[in-house]
């Protein structure tokens, strides 16, 4: 299984919503990233875990919280966020830090 | 700050011709470097990894290159085929995991 799932695929919900993101992986990886991408624009890295412990935090608003409850489940948790944080949300997965990262689909979440 | 930048932004080519996509990276402390393609609205799929160590990679139509000292990469795609039409992304891990803009590409049957 070569494979990293997301789910939902698209997801719209308001600025006083709470709802969560959920990246799997079944590969064995120990590393896995939560990137945004704006539409036209390549995409940005938010947060990796490594061994199920927060690595890299790139300096992103706590209106996103990350979770990695084990190897091969991450997820991200929205609060309040902004209709700029509108944007493909992509989770990706690694060997380590440092190895071929495998991505999946991606949510396409809307803020309204 | 590690920047990247892809040349060019977008090329239209006919069936079968060879081609070659180019990055840049300005740190050359480099863990290793990535080539992806991204289908429009989709995830990316990884085509291949060149690590700091290495000078080359190739998987079927694809080689990649990396000239770590002068901060360079190029990608080149042999008897381009409609199907490879997608965005080109280089991504570049050191302190950070970094990508380029991406070279969007057409090939034309």
């Known amino acids: 299984d070569t494979e990293v799932t997301q789910t939902p695929k698209h997801l719209v919900m308001g600025m006083t919503n709470k709802k969560s993101l959920k990246c799997e992986q079944h590969?064995?990886?120990?590393?896995m990233y939560w990137y945004k991408q704006k539409a036209k624009k390549p995409p940005e890295l938010m947060f990796v875990?490594?061994?199920?412990?927060?690595?890299i935090n790139e300096s992103v608003p706590s209106r996103f919280s990350p979770e990695c409850p084990n190897s091969s489940l991450l997820n991200l948790h929205l609060h309040a966020l902004q209709p700029e944080d509108s944007a493909l949300y992509l989770c990706?997965?690694?060997?380590?830090?440092?190895?071929?990262?495998?991505f999946g689909p991606g949510t396409r979440l809307t803020v309204t | 700050k590690q920047e990247v930048t892809q040349i060019p932004a977008a090329l239209s080519v006919p069936e079968g011709e060879n081609l070659v996509l180019n990055c840049s990276f300005t740190?050359?402390?480099?863990?290793?470097l990535q080539w992806f393609r991204q289908d429009p609205g989709k995830g990316l799929t990884s085509l291949l990894l060149?690590?700091?160590?290495?000078r080359e990679q190739t998987s079927g139509r694809l080689n990649a290159s990396l000239d770590k000292s002068s901060g360079r990469s190029t990608l080149y795609i042999a008897a381009s085929q409609p199907g490879d039409s997608a965005t080109y992304l280089c991504?570049?891990?050191?302190?950070?995991?970094?990508f380029g803009p991406g070279t969007r590409l057409s090939v034309l049957p």
């Open positions: 990706a997965s690694s060997r380590g830090e440092s190895y071929e990262q495998y």
């Open positions: 590969m064995g990886h120990r590393a």
């Open positions: 875990y490594s061994y199920e412990k927060l690595s």
């Open positions: 740190d050359s402390a480099i863990y290793n």
């Open positions: 060149i690590q700091s160590s290495q």
């Open positions: 991504a570049v891990e050191g302190q950070n995991f970094v």
